[in-house]
Structure formats: structure tokens, C-alpha cells
């Protein structure tokens, strides 16, 4: 109950950031557009309005080989919420809204943000919170200045850590949770994880906007 009252507040915060470009192709029968902030700069995020229009080429794929790109399960891990794509926009109008305790994380490597992200999420690929393919003093940097997390007596404190939530490019693609997995080793709590599963293969299916990284953005 708790947990459907923050969501329905949080779709009417939204439904109050209207804009009234006239268009007919909504996101929700009350929210036409929402506003969102990306590198500083405000973005508009809105369905495409061509009813012509169709899915970006990248994602139009059906048959990955799998393994690797399988189907994956509807729940990343034990604890971790998995959400769609009106509490992604939620989140992300809570931190258009000046809200820093929470962070949308773009895990897949640089070459695919470059391609088109989300707008407002930071891109964090999965392989630096892989001690495989990272140092662990960078990784510890990461939780510190990156998720907020604390070091305090020789162990990490999560309590100021912010809530992640965290996707790749969708059902089939696991760099997400490879991510959510890594961040569990390291006793990030699951409560404060949150696994958008459709990834950018269900938000572009959608017709959402999408920004280009530049290479500042992408490691």
C-alpha cells in the first residue's frame, strides 16, 4: 500500500509538468510530456508523434544468439523492485526536481549511449563495478563519489547511498544486472536497487525520447 501511495503521487507530480504541444500521441491519458534534466540541460520527454513512425533499427532484432542474449526473469534478484517505464519517469522528475538520494544508471558500455540513452541517466557501464575489469580502488571511489555511500571503520555504511536504478538495452541484455549483482557483493542494499528490465528496447518500442551521449559522458 505504502509503496502504491509514492507511486501515485509521484505519476500526479508528473501529471503537473504537462506541456501543451498539441499532441496526440500521450505517454499516459494525464501526461502528455515530462521534463527531465540531462548534463545540466532541460529535456523534454515525450512520445514520437508520427504514427508512421517505427522502432529504431537496433532494436528491432529478434533472435539473438543465446547464450549469451537470453530471455532473462522478471526479477533481477531477491529484493531488487523491477520497474517500468512510468516509474523511470518518475524518478527521473524527482531528480529534475532537485532530489540527489537517487541515481538512473546506464550500465552498458560506451559505443551504446552513444547511440541513445535515456534522458537524465548517467552512464556507469557494468565493467567498472567488475573487479575483473576494474581496480578495487576505483570501484570503492565509485560507491563513494558516485553512489554516495560512506566508508566508516573499515566497512562500507549504505544508509547515505543513493536508490539506483539501473538498465542496458532490455530483456535479453544482462550488463544490468551483471551491474545489480556486483553492487549485492559489495552489501549494496537490493531495497535500494531498482531494475528497469525493458531497457532501451522496450523505450524506444515506445517511441520515448532518446539524447546521444557525447564522449565526455562515456567511459
Not at 498539441?22 to 499516459?28: F, H, K, R
Not at 544468439?65 to 524518478?91: M, N, Q, R, S, W
Not at 535515456?118 to 558516485?146: C, F
Amino acid at each position: 500500500m505504502k509503496r502504491a501511495l509514492i507511486l501515485a503521487f509521484s505519476l500526479c507530480g508528473l501529471a503537473a509538468t504537462l506541456h501543451a504541444h498539441g499532441g496526440e500521441v500521450w505517454i499516459t491519458p494525464r501526461l502528455e510530456s515530462t521534463e527531465v534534466i540531462h548534463q545540466g540541460q532541460p529535456v523534454i520527454v515525450k512520445r514520437n508523434q508520427d504514427p508512421r513512425n517505427k522502432v529504431n533499427p537496433l532494436y528491432a532484432y529478434t533472435s539473438r544468439k543465446c547464450p549469451p542474449f537470453c530471455i532473462l526473469p522478471i526479477k533481477a534478484a531477491p529484493g531488487v523492485d523491477t520497474v517500468g517505464e512510468l516509474e523511470v519517469l518518475g524518478y527521473l522528475h524527482r531528480i529534475a526536481q532537485g532530489d540527489e538520494s537517487v541515481l538512473v544508471v546506464d550500465t552498458r558500455t560506451a559505443k551504446w549511449p552513444q547511440r541513445g540513452m535515456i534522458p537524465g541517466a548517467v552512464n556507469i557501464p557494468w565493467k567498472m563495478l567488475d573487479p575483473q575489469h576494474t581496480e578495487s580502488q576505483a570501484i570503492g571511489r565509485m560507491l563513494y563519489d558516485k553512489f554516495g555511500a560512506a566508508y566508516r571503520n573499515g566497512r562500507w555504511d549504505y544508509s547515505p547511498a543513493k536508490t539506483l536504478v539501473l538498465y542496458c538495452n532490455g530483456m535479453w541484455c544482462s550488463q544490468s544486472t551483471t551491474a545489480i549483482e556486483r553492487l549485492l557483493h559489495y552489501g549494496y542494499p537490493a531495497k535500494k536497487l531498482k531494475w528497469y528490465r525493458g531497457g532501451m528496447q522496450n523505450w524506444e518500442n515506445l517511441g520515448l525520447t532518446t539524447v546521444r551521449a557525447s564522449d565526455e559522458e562515456t567511459d
